[in-house]
């Protein structure tokens, strides 16, 4: 019903250090801190609601009012109008946010990556993110996976032997989902894979896996090119997972990582060059500031 806030905490702990006000109508954002097990990570949660209004998702996807108002007159953003107010449904807005993400290159990347890691000094305590998303025995040097389908499983077994899954099975569907919607394949020979949806119950906290098939497979990236390295995370929170997805990109288009996750000769070197070109575009972030 308009007007009416509703929702609940979701989670493992739900006491509320924050609350973003005044964002979303009719329903709002709330905000809730949560300690990791094992990783030690304060982290922000932005918890899953209905509706987005013109300011939240504005705030949201990083652009200004002005920016959205535009994209509506142009029919490029999914929005519902009720009286004279716009309207976001959430679940949509992920969805289109995560394939605009994955079409920029170039500037427009940097340019979105760089907003984004202004918005993620506020929720996280540190710029890097890799480290603590990269749990111990997050990568595959050798997957035997042969087919789409044979890697998503691949995939998900790996995350699962980390002991960061609660449910694999509907983690597996949920991914397949996403898939037939649209390919996370990626030009350049790596891909993406991730929840359309936030569903945080499946997983205990964000989480990356990388895995490196021994021969590339057919994946669906639009270059028609096979693909050879997979990056598989979820997030329990919406932005850190938007950032996630932007910061991945610019890893594989402005480092050579790509080529340094192909030569490593092992799991532990493959980890090693994700983190220093993490930490290279972040510097070269710092001096463009």
Same mark, same amino acid.
């Given at each position: 019903?308009?007007?009416?806030?509703?929702?609940?905490? %979701?989670?493992?702990?739900? /006491?509320?250090?924050?609350?973003? @006000?005044?964002?979303? %109508? /009719?329903?709002?954002?709330?905000l809730g801190y949560r300690r990791t097990d094992g990783l030690r990570l304060r982290v922000l949660t932005i918890m899953s609601f209905q509706l987005f209004n013109l300011e939240a998702v504005a705030d949201y996807l990083n652009l200004t !009012?002005?920016?959205?108002?535009?994209?509506?007159?142009d029919r490029v953003i999914p929005f519902e109008k009720r009286g004279n107010r716009?309207?976001?449904?959430?679940?949509?807005i992920d969805a289109w946010a995560s394939q605009r993400i994955m079409g920029f @290159?170039?500037?427009?990347?940097?340019?979105?990556?760089e907003k984004s890691t202004r918005h993620a000094r506020t929720i996280l305590p540190h710029e890097t993110i890799l480290p603590e998303m990269l749990a111990a025995g997050a990568m595959d040097s050798a997957m035997t996976s042969k087919t789409k389908a044979s890697s998503l499983r691949d995939l998900v077994e790996l995350a699962d032997k980390t002991g960061q899954l609660n449910d694999p099975k509907t983690l597996l569907s949920s991914l397949e989902?996403?898939?037939?919607? *649209? &390919?996370?394949?990626? !030009?350049?020979?790596f891909a993406v894979p991730h929840l359309r949806v936030r569903e945080p119950y499946l997983f205990e906290t964000s989480f990356l896996v990388v895995g490196r098939t021994i021969q590339p497979i057919h994946f669906g990236a639009s270059d028609g090119e096979p693909t050879q390295l997979f990056f598989l995370? *979820?997030? %329990?929170?919406?932005?850190?997972?938007?950032?996630?997805?932007?910061?991945? *990109?610019?890893?594989?288009?402005?480092?050579?990582?790509?080529?340094q996750l192909r030569d490593a000769p092992d799991?532990?070197?493959?980890?090693?060059?994700?983190?220093?070109?993490? %930490?290279?575009?972040?510097?070269? &972030?710092?001096?463009?500031?």
């Open positions: 019903m308009a007007g009416k806030t509703t929702g609940r905490w %979701q989670g493992r702990k739900a /006491p509320a250090k924050a609350f973003l @006000s005044n964002l979303c %109508q /009719p329903v709002r954002l709330g !009012p002005a920016d959205v108002e535009e994209r509506v007159k716009l309207v976001f449904r959430k679940e949509e @290159s170039g500037e427009r990347l940097a340019a979105y990556h989902a996403r898939e037939e919607l *649209c &390919s996370t394949g990626m !030009p350049g020979g995370f *979820c997030c %329990q929170d919406d932005r850190l997972h938007l950032h996630t997805l932007a910061r991945l *990109c610019l890893l594989a288009t402005k480092t050579k990582v790509l080529d799991a532990e070197a493959m980890r090693a060059a994700l983190i220093a070109a993490e %930490q290279e575009i972040l510097a070269e &972030s710092r001096l463009r500031e």
